[in-house]
Structures are given as C-alpha cells and as structure tokens.
C-alpha cells in the first residue's frame, strides 16, 4: 500500500475506534446508572461492553501511527504493542461473548443460573488470552500487515514471500479457536431462541424441576428479559464474521 493509502485507512479505523470507545463509555454509564450491574445477567453483559472498550480503544491506537516513517524504532515498537494489544482485547472479548453465550443457554435450557461461576468467567476471559498473546513476539511475528498491525502473513511489506511461522499462528492462535468458539455459540444462540419460542406458544414451561407451570404472561415477562441480552452475543459475533 502506498502511504497516502495507509494513513487513509488507519484514519478509518482508527476514528471508527474512538466512536466504538465512546459508544461502549456510554453504555457502561448508563448500567452504572440504573443500577443494572447488582443483577448478575446484566452485570456478565456489562464485562463484555468493557471488554468492547478495550478492543476499540486498541483499534483507535492505530492513529498513533498514522504518517510516521516505518522503518524508525518508534514505528516498530509501537506497531508490535499495537499488534499485541488488538490480540490480546480480541480474544478477552470473544471469550465474554462465549461466556455469556454459555451462562444463557444454561439458563434458558436447563434453567441452571450458574452466576457462582463468575470468577471463573472474568479470571479465564482476562488471564487467560495473556497465555498466548506472547507467542508471537518468539518468531517476531508481529508487524504491518496492510495498514494496520497484526500477525504478519508475509516477509516484507511488499508482499513477494510467505511468512510461514505467521500464517501458521494466525490460525493456530486465533482463526482456529475463533471460528469454533463462533460456531458453538451460533448453534446455542438458534437452540435459545428455538427454545424460547417453542416455550412461548406452548402450555409447558418451568423455571425449575418441581416448579409450578408458568402462565402466559410469566412466560412473556421471562421472554422480554431475556432477548435484549441475547442481541450482546450475536451483534459481537455478527462484527466477528463479517468485520
């Protein structure tokens, strides 16, 4: 890419990174506003808008890169942190939006509120990327890929030869793991919403083992809380697959 190319695409991505900041700023406000975040459900939604934060405040560090000379020190090391910062709050965020994902199928399915696990699901989502994220800084896979930052796939700017090692942990330490991780949640977000609806016109539908039958508006009530949280999940996703 020519640099008058490059700096237009990190202008792009970086400014849609400030927005997405500011947005994610908002929504954390008004949780801590309405108290949202005593209810444990709303409280895992809010980790996975702090999470967005992060990403999108790495996205909008790209701007700190915009027109400067690649081949000064200052490029290198700020690309390379770059790099590691986008890697590290992708996979903090997908791992809250799998977390989530999970925490509501077991609630919706198997009426399983399994909030005694929420140190399981901060500590794994923000520790646990920090035991790969490393990885690439052994084979000095991090770098320009394009006009931003990331595992690089080729040797040189220029594209002329493949970088083995780096296209190798671009799908070893994300495209693999993401698009299963992606797939389970896509297959247990259809399974809540069928079971939803299935529950919402059907006479038969319990909170519990041993439960009385819940009427209609019961039902109904359960349906409206429920739904707003799914849309976290699969609005994250959606970015995912198709960015």
């Excluded at 923000?126 to 084979?139: A, M, R, S, Y």
């Excluded at 671009?170 to 991780?181: D, I, N, S, T």
């Excluded at 797939?183 to 919403?193: D, E, K, Q, S």
Aim: glycine share 4%; charged share 10%.
């Amino acid at each position: 890419l020519s640099l008058e190319l490059r700096n237009q695409v990190l202008l792009a991505s970086g400014t849609t990174g400030i927005f997405s900041f500011l947005c994610c700023v908002v929504a954390v406000s008004m949780v801590i506003a309405l108290r949202l975040y005593i209810h444990f459900i709303y409280r895992l939604a809010m980790y996975q808008v702090l999470a967005s934060l992060f990403f999108s405040m790495s996205i909008g560090l790209a701007l700190m890169l915009y027109d400067y000379n690649e081949d000064s020190l200052y490029y290198e090391v700020s690309c390379k942190m770059t790099a590691f910062l986008v890697l590290y709050t992708v996979w903090v965020n997908l791992l809250f939006t799998v977390w989530l994902t999970f925490h509501l199928f077991s609630y919706v399915v198997f009426f399983k509120n399994l909030k005694r696990l929420e140190w399981l699901y901060i500590s794994s989502s923000v520790f646990g990327p920090l035991l790969i994220v490393w990885i690439p800084f052994i084979h000095n896979s991090y770098g320009l890929v394009g006009a931003w930052c990331s595992i690089r796939s080729w040797r040189d700017d220029c594209a002329t030869e493949k970088y083995i090692e780096g296209i190798i942990e671009q799908f070893v330490l994300l495209y693999g793991p993401a698009f299963l991780m992606v797939g389970l949640c896509v297959v247990a977000i259809v399974t809540m919403l069928s079971v939803l609806l299935y529950r919402h016109y059907s006479h038969v539908s319990y909170v519990d083992q041993g439960t009385p039958l819940l009427d209609r508006d019961q039902r109904k009530e359960i349906i409206k809380q429920l739904l707003p949280l799914l849309a976290y999940p699969i609005i994250y996703l959606l970015i995912l697959i198709f960015p």
